[in-house]
């Protein structure tokens, strides 16, 4: 039975947009997450045994809809923050939202030229092109590593699957589920292998209810007081040099009644002077945290004197210590790509922060009063493998951001929400704090213990333990799904060939 022979190519290309939206609308803030279910399951449908051109047709236009709602935030740092047009704002979020579906596209095409031809395309080639997809979207170009399918399940059965293979597996075994469903519908398969293919499913889904009272790591009696200062410094007058003394006296009126706790941390670039300028600075915090036993920690950029570059940078003072520097960059928020033509055309290609350099390699995190924090800044949390691999010598996560730059829009809850699966992934506490929101601090199971509002200037104040051992993930991280996937198809590529032999041996019948 072939689905897509019902509805015309032209109806599909119209509702394809629309199924591309319910991905967005399974993520937060909505977390309507069997919407994620439905909408890959109706792209699976509108593609199954279609050609390349079609398969790839589709996959823009589906493309187009999960980023046009999904991504339609960079319209606010476009717009508000880099001082554009609405007219060019417009267009430049269109193209955006346009390279990104091209991007999430290609791998559809290679599905319906290669993978696309047998009735069990369904359960090995489509779950395994959506994962690798995914995949390919977390280093392609440095990578867009957003609106994984995974993230609506962090508080779903299938959460369980987080801490042992990631969010690619979490959503690798959701697309997979919502195959098995098109193709008990489809029928095109023997009715042992449906039925087998819908256990199996079934048995993925249970296996991951048991699996959210694993825990996989342990943790300290000794709790760990920590405060945030959300600071709400107005992204305008963040460098404005009129503005400095004014954006100290927030952070220390914020931080006065904090000093007793254990941590006191200060968002992504926090103190608006690079490292060198700052030096007075640190030293008078660091000398306020010895007197109370306090490790103060903030993000500042950092000015490399003898290579003449910036670096993103979070550093500890006081009871504890340490530097590191951010690898993962924004494109156009930290760097200019192809600088030489786009710089100085408008001044979105000239924010003030769009000189930041990759940092030298990430060795080792913070220590503050022996335990060992792994820092992730901003844009990096998103990155799952590399959040484990720092985790794996850390016994607390942390990650300092300044979503600013996307105002109201839905881009900071989204942001939350994927360090939320970090911490889930890892199995430990995570702090995030942020310059206007949303700040807090997430246990070990994706659980919210505590969180600020959004454009609020305010304390945060709670506790986290710290963790001892490992999850499966941080141990293999996404590497085993992402085999898996290339396995099935190859498996896949296999029958198709067999099958193609036993076509072009069969006698051919004569008049």
């Known amino acids: 039975m072939r689905l897509t022979g019902k509805v015309p190519f032209w109806l599909r290309l119209l509702l394809a947009p629309l199924a591309g939206m319910l991905v967005p609308l399974s993520l937060a803030p909505y977390e309507w997450w069997a919407l994620g279910l439905l909408s890959v399951g109706f792209l699976a449908a509108i593609t199954y045994r279609e050609s390349a051109r079609h398969s790839l047709l589709l996959g823009l236009a589906f493309g187009l809809g999960m980023y ?19 007219p060019l704002a417009l267009l430049l979020t269109s193209l955006f939202v346009a390279g990104l579906s091209l991007c999430f596209s290609l791998p559809f095409y290679v599905y319906g030229r290669w993978f696309n031809k047998t009735t069990w395309s369904l359960l090995l080639g489509f779950p395994a092109i959506w994962v690798l997809n995914e995949w390919a979207r977390s280093w392609f170009l440095t990578g867009f590593p957003w609106l994984y399918l995974g993230y609506a399940h962090l508080h779903t059965p299938l959460g ?48 991951g209810a ?29 460098w404005d040099p009129m503005f400095l003394n004014e954006t100290f006296r927030i952070f220390n009126d914020l931080s006065a009644p904090l000093w007793d706790l254990d941590w006191v941390i200060w968002p992504e670039a926090a103190i608006p002077l690079l490292y060198h300028e700052a030096l007075a600075d640190l030293e008078s915090l660091g000398h306020q945290a010895d007197k109370t036993n306090t490790v103060f920690i903030t993000g500042i950029l950092y000015d490399d004197r003898d290579k003449q570059q910036y670096y993103n940078s979070i550093v500890a003072v006081g009871k504890g210590s340490g530097i590191t ?3 993962r960059l924004v494109p156009f928020g930290e760097y ?51 959040v484990a691999s720092r985790a794996a010598n850390a016994n607390v996560l942390l990650t300092v951001s300044n979503d600013s730059w996307f105002g109201s829009s839905i881009g900071p809850l989204q942001h939350f929400e994927m360090a939320q699966m970090r911490a889930l992934e890892t199995g430990r506490y995570l702090v995030r704090a942020t310059n206007n929101g949303v700040s807090g601090i997430i246990d070990p199971k994706g659980r919210v213990v505590v969180k600020g509002g959004r454009f609020t200037r305010e304390a945060i104040v709670g506790q986290v333990f710290a963790a001892s051992g490992i ?20 498996i896949l590529a296999v029958r198709l060939r067999s099958s193609r032999r036993s076509v072009l041996t069969e006698p051919q019948a004569t008049i």
């Open 68 to 86: 046009g709602l999904g991504a339609s935030w960079v319209y606010v740092s476009i717009n508000q923050f880099g001082s554009t047009s609405v």
């Open 160 to 207: 369980g699957w987080a801490p042992v293979l990631g969010v690619f597996g979490v959503g690798f075994i959701a697309a997979y589920s919502s195959c098995v469903l098109l193709a008990m519908r489809l029928r095109d398969l023997p009715m042992r292998a449906l039925w087998g293919s819908l256990a199996l499913a079934l048995l993925l889904w249970a296996g």
């Open 210 to 238: 048991a699996l959210r009272s694993v825990d996989w790591t342990t943790f300290d009696d000794k709790p760990i007081a920590v405060g945030m200062a959300q600071a709400n410094i107005p992204q305008e007058r963040k």
């Open 325 to 327: 520097f951010k690898t």
């Open 336 to 386: 200019v790509p192809m600088e030489r033509w786009l710089r100085g055309l408008i001044d979105f290609f000239n924010l003030p922060t769009s000189i930041i350099h990759p940092g030298p390699k990430y060795v080792n995190g913070l220590q503050a009063n022996g335990v060992e924090i792994a820092p992730s800044i901003c844009y990096e949390v998103v990155y799952p493998d590399l």
């Open 471 to 490: 999850t499966p993930f941080i141990f293999w991280g996404s590497t085993p799904v992402v085999l898996l996937a290339f396995v099935m198809l190859g």
